[in-house]
């Protein structure tokens, strides 16, 4: 039901960071998640991180722990993807996620009901 804007993509090297952002139009909920997956060409859209707007309470792809970081500007109604240590599996669309009847399955797809149109993160060796 929301309007979701992507930003920050790129092409870097390993070890590398950037950062993700996803603007969402409209007024936030409380039970408002917003999260981010990615998908490599013949792959699955996997799941990386997700939040609730309401607690803050993050959760992480095995993956990317301690390397990726999920956060919020709740007066920009915005997420960020802090990506950190970029390995060459990192390299994948990159897309924002949100779901303002949040349900609890932050990890798969069919939870969420707003897309952003993607970002192509590339990490070379």
């Known amino acids: 039901q929301v309007q979701l804007v992507e930003s920050g993509g790129g092409l870097v090297q390993a070890g590398e960071s950037l950062r993700l952002s996803c603007a969402a139009s409209g007024r936030t909920f409380s039970s408002y998640v917003m999260g981010w997956f990615r998908q490599a060409p013949g792959k699955q859209r996997d799941f990386v991180a997700a939040?609730?707007?309401?607690?803050?309470?993050?959760y992480y792809a095995n993956s990317v722990k301690g390397r990726f970081t999920i956060s919020r500007d709740n007066a920009k109604n915005t997420v960020y993807l802090q990506m950190n240590s970029l390995k060459p599996e990192d390299t994948a669309v990159y897309y924002c996620?949100?779901?303002?009847?949040?349900?609890?399955?932050?990890?798969?797809?069919?939870?969420?009901?707003?897309w952003g149109q993607g970002t192509q993160v590339t990490v070379s060796s």
């Open positions: 939040i609730k707007w309401s607690s803050g309470s993050t």
């Open positions: 996620a949100a779901d303002r009847n949040y349900g609890g399955a932050y990890s798969r797809t069919y939870e969420y009901d707003s």
